[in-house]
């Protein structure tokens, strides 16, 4: 086996589109090994964020009674009051300490909003209608023809589908489950991720750094990116350009783990074991992206089993890479029935863009909303794939087409939000 084997695949490598295509149908048919078991049950506090496994059913109606949606007076009946009616207030009724008889024509109760309507009870008057002498009600003002009352189910119906399967879970969708008395839920279990750093160049930041070595920094990128998504690294290891020492771990963390990452080595210099191993121990769907930042990338399985994704080794086209094509593939992974990908909108370029027509880009950038309203792109300093800094403060990705070249003020592109939902 040699280092920088000959490449199948064409020289500009697959568009974006297609490659997430590929792995997406590659995860979708089976061919991702899960350990058992793959579903477990956890508090309903804990599942923020993970991926419903089974459908959640409303084990009874919720609210599960009539309730006053104002401040008002309950009416013993179920027609429009009229101006000048009246009635006798023979009660309250409030959260939690309803009235407690049946409520007959002419009559009129206290109300609270949220309290529970006694039966006989079908209408709700808003007090601002109400002229109120001694234990005496009158209407002053004109009513509408609306009751004013909540629905006994009307957050749900008992045996109804709270939470569908493969949903991943927000806020709103565990606290309307709590609201309907659910207290657990079964998820889909994480995938386990093997991140593996390879290079001869690579010491740990502390360390001495001699000529020609870098402090290491992809490791401390990636686990904080998954982090971000929702995920952990199961393990990490940092390992030189040595092909039985990358063979070795490639074994090890495929055999514990779900999906295998690497930064590194599989371009095609004299020390990119990386592709090469993986061709030797699994195989190779495709590599090389039609893309700036992100060229040499990687897919393909461990064994036919374990999901692997060779990533650049440069920072920020790792970044990139991560999150258009290993973030979707982690969500089906995951039992999502549909990967999430960021939403995207039209911006006006800040300022002028200097590049050269040839491969498609996701340039970084920050959004800035101008004073009349409009969308505009902030793009600052090199946007070369070795320079961190051009990550930092950027909740856009600029799609720039392989044919454009230089961009002016004004442009407008499509772009990528960087943002993800609170609720």
């Not at 008395?181 to 290079?199: A, D, E, F, K, Y």
Request: net charge negative; aromatic share 6%.
């Amino acid at each position: 086996m040699a280092a920088g084997a000959a490449d199948p695949y064409g020289r500009e490598g697959l568009p974006l589109t297609e490659a997430r295509q590929q792995v997406l149908s590659a995860i979708r048919n089976g061919q991702a090994r899960r350990n058992e078991p793959s579903i477990e049950t956890i508090r309903l506090a804990d599942a923020l964020e993970r991926v419903n496994a089974v459908p959640v059913l409303a084990r009874a109606d919720v609210p599960g009674f009539r309730a006053s949606i104002m401040d008002g007076y309950a009416l013993g009946q179920d027609q429009q009051p009229m101006f000048d009616d009246s009635w006798s207030l023979v009660g309250r009724s409030a959260p939690g300490a309803p009235y407690p008889t049946v409520l007959a024509r002419g009559e009129a109760i206290r109300i609270l909003t949220g309290a529970p309507l006694p039966e006989g009870a079908d209408w709700v008057l808003p007090q601002e209608l109400v002229q109120k002498e001694n234990d005496t009600l009158r209407l002053n003002r004109e009513a509408s023809d609306n009751p004013w009352i909540r629905p006994a189910d009307e957050e749900c119906r008992q045996g109804s589908t709270l939470i569908e399967p493969g949903l991943r879970l927000g806020l709103a969708d565990l606290a309307r489950a709590a609201s309907c008395g659910v207290h657990q839920l079964s998820v889909h279990r994480q995938p386990r991720i093997g991140l593996l750093i390879s290079g001869d160049e690579l010491v740990p930041p502390g360390d001495p750094r001699p000529n020609g070595v870098i402090w290491e920094s992809n490791s401390t990128l990636l686990k904080g990116l998954l982090l971000r998504l929702g995920y952990h690294a199961w393990d990490c290891r940092v390992v030189a350009d040595q092909p039985q020492a990358l063979r070795e771990t490639i074994l090890e963390l495929s055999s514990e783990c779900d999906v295998l990452v690497s930064t590194g080595g599989v371009s095609a210099g004299d020390s990119d074991w990386i592709r090469p191993l993986m061709t030797e121990l699994g195989q190779v769907e495709f590599w090389k992206l039609f893309l700036k930042p992100g060229r040499p990338f990687a897919f393909g399985f461990v064994g036919n089993q374990v999901p692997f994704f060779g990533l650049p080794g440069n920072p920020v086209a790792a970044a990139i890479t991560a999150l258009q094509l290993l973030w979707p593939a982690l969500q089906l992974m995951e039992g999502q029935q549909q990967p999430e990908l960021f939403p995207r909108l039209r911006v006006c370029l800040e300022t002028a863009y200097r590049r050269r027509p040839g491969r498609p880009e996701l340039a970084r950038g920050s959004l800035i909303c101008s004073a009349d309203g409009q969308l505009r792109a902030q793009v600052a300093g090199s946007q070369a794939s070795s320079r961190i800094g051009s990550l930092r403060n950027a909740d856009l990705l600029l799609e720039i087409p392989a044919e454009s070249g230089d961009l002016e003020r004004g442009d407008l592109l499509w772009a990528q939000l960087l943002r993800r939902r609170i609720l």
